[in-house]
């Protein structure tokens, strides 16, 4: 079975500096996806980005990106130039890329991270 | 971009009593849809699968009986929380996502629900 970890339950950073969040997994696939999610105060899910694990180039999204390491089952998601409206609860998930599954996500328990002004 | 819909957004039920929550893909056809549910500052759980014209497939430790799923169409699917009790009082949250395209997944805004 595969599992997700964040190993940071709270996290803060000061407006435009940059925070790194932490993942792990464990997994035997070697087909799958690594997502970041973002859930803001209104608790709406925001895909923030996504790695395909076939791919040996980290994904990056304007201001975020990722550090995927495959074989260390780390998946870290940077934000630089931190702004208050990234104050959220982070979930790092993954799914086997399977279609017979149907894409089932599997999430870590969440970083919950603020931005000071 | 891909809608998700839920209604309500919010219901207070008595304890006892079924509740309702329907989650609609607005502008796609959803042939899976997952069912979520969040106590605050926790992550998701996966209650169940949904696709559409089949039954429901349930996580472990999940009560089939408690939590009625239906997928009757490609844009509707429905959870029914059958004879509610103060414990059932969580977040609920819909996604749904199109075969061959299982890498994006849509939310929903997601239910609160308070069972008195």
């Known amino acids: 079975a595969q599992t997700v970890t964040q190993s940071q339950p709270e996290m803060s950073v000061q407006e435009a500096e940059t925070v790194t969040l932490s993942c792990t997994y464990d997994?035997?696939?070697?087909?799958?996806?690594l997502f970041w999610y973002k859930q803001p105060p209104s608790r709406q899910m925001i895909l923030v980005i996504r790695?395909?694990?076939?791919?040996?180039q980290n994904a990056t999204e304007n201001r975020f990106s990722v550090n995927f390491q495959k074989a260390a089952k780390s998946f870290s998601l940077k934000i630089s130039d931190s702004q208050l409206g990234d104050t959220a609860m982070y979930f790092c998930?993954?799914?086997?890329?399977?279609?017979?599954?149907?894409?089932?996500?599997?999430f870590g328990q969440g970083t919950e991270l603020s931005v000071k002004p | 971009g891909a809608v998700v819909s839920q209604h309500p957004s919010r219901v207070i039920c008595k304890s006892g009593t079924s509740v309702k929550i329907e989650c609609r893909s607005l502008?796609?056809?959803?042939?899976?849809m997952f069912w979520y549910r969040q106590f605050p500052k926790q992550s998701l759980m996966l209650m169940a699968t949904?696709?559409?014209?089949?039954?429901?497939?349930?996580e472990q430790g999940v009560e089939k009986d408690k939590f009625l799923i239906n997928h009757a169409s490609l844009t509707l699917s429905t959870l029914t929380v059958t004879s509610a009790h103060p414990e059932d009082s969580s977040f609920y949250i819909c996604?749904?996502?199109?075969?061959?395209?299982?890498?994006?997944?849509?939310f929903g805004p997601g239910t609160r629900l308070t069972v008195l």
């Open positions: 996604s749904a996502l199109t075969v061959p395209i299982i890498d994006t997944q849509y």
């Open positions: 790695q395909e694990a076939y791919k040996q």
């Open positions: 998930a993954f799914m086997k890329h399977d279609y017979n599954q149907g894409g089932k996500l599997i």
């Open positions: 502008d796609f056809q959803a042939t899976t």
């Open positions: 949904s696709n559409e014209g089949s039954k429901a497939t349930y």
């Open positions: 997994t035997s696939e070697n087909n799958y996806y």
